[in-house]
């Protein structure tokens, strides 16, 4: 589904060679391809015609307010976790009443925002939860419709750290918890009941997980059906892994089949929320070769993007490909792909088979989610421009930072 591919010898994101993205913008530099987006998008949506069903994008894979209002255009919806991800949804021209809004900690002001731009419902994460939910719904003289995450204890297999449906992690609530909550919901005034929800982890690449929680969750649906508790949609989450190596990804039509036939004959409305499965291969990170070095045996080639660009391979020891984007004069070796950053932990690929010689071009693939969202000043870099590439248009929907942006909010005391 990539949008990245060699034309003349050259990486292009659709119509635009890569070096002249980076003669124009700089490096390092996101490079989003628009109609990798709308592709997965629509690969989605086709799946599930047969049955009623909504995506709500999570907004937390790749936030930025030109892919937001690029999917918003989509008819898309969006699953939230921040007052500040409801306040973009809405810049981009996201609809509220297609938001949900999931998260363990969520603020009361964060609440109140929600009520009052009318979301979509709230994805609750406690017993407390409801109870804010229901106070700050009655202070504003709304009804607030809730769902509640039940964490069905099911292993997804995947990272531990993107793992999230196990007893053991932080989100959801037990089955028993959740019949609880929704009796007490039942009787609130502010509040109706309007689905159930769960997520059993990201880059999940194995179909199973997600059929068994469904069908863990459907048992839940009929138990609540006989205490007169209706439920009009179901939210599976997100969680579809996408191909960064070798991994052999969903296939989004089988996992429809399989979706579906667990579903049965409940006709309850399905909810998504996918994030990588959406922008995930939609992206690159372009950078450059500062410098080549050589330690006893070892080889880095030092380039422009760092850890706080790409923070992945650092933290969950991800493997990203990188490819030169055109034929470079240095010689194939395997090194080190690492960044300037003060740590060892900063490495963006390890033992690379490249041919890499200074000022050469790379692009690091699948970079769309969880990438620039995840970046930092660390080191006081000026975090990435983001592009959106259509066609032969290029669109700057974020431009590099500069010194000053980074400083903006700082003061030294005595100077004001
Ligand atoms: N819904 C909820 C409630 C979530 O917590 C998440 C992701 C999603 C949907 C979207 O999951 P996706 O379809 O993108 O897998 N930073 C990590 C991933 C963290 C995912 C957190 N939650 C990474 O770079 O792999």
Known sequence: MSEFEFLDGQLHAEGVPLSKIAEEYGTPTFVYSKASIVTAYENFQAAFSGHDH???????????????????????????????ELQRV?????????????????????????????????????????????????????????????????????????????????FGVSAREAVAIYRRAAKLSNIEIQGIDYHIGSQITDISPLVDSLAHILELVDELETMNISLSHIDVGGGIGITYKDEQSINIDEYASAILQTLGDHGQKLLFEPGRYIVGNAGILLSRVVTIKQNDNKKFAVVDAAMNDLIRPALYQSWQRIENIEQSSGPRDSYDVV???????????????????KGDLVAVYSSGAYGFVMSSNYNSRNRAAELLVSGTDIHCIRQRESFADQIRLESIPGDD
Not at 57 to 79: E, P, R, T
Not at 339 to 357: H, M, Q, T, V, W
């Open 339 to 357: 960044g300037p950053i003060c740590e060892s932990a900063d490495f963006l690929g390890k033992n690379r088979e490249l041919p890499l010689c």
């Open 90 to 170: 809405l810049k981009a021209g996201g609809e509220a009443a297609k938001v949900v809004f999931s998260g363990v900690g969520k603020q009361a002001w964060e609440i109140e925002l929600a009520i009052e731009k009318g979301i979509g419902c709230f994805n609750l994460e406690s017993d407390s939860e409801l109870n804010l939910v229901n106070e700050i719904a009655a202070r504003l003289n709304k009804i607030a419709a809730i769902s509640v995450r039940v964490n069905p204890d099911v292993d997804a297999k995947t990272h531990p750290y993107t793992a999230t449906g196990l007893k053991e992690n932080k």
């Open 54 to 84: 909504q995506i709500c994008y999570a907004v937390k894979a790749n936030s930025n307010l030109g892919i937001l209002s690029l999917l918003a255009s989509m008819g898309s919806g969006f699953d939230i976790v921040s007052g500040g």
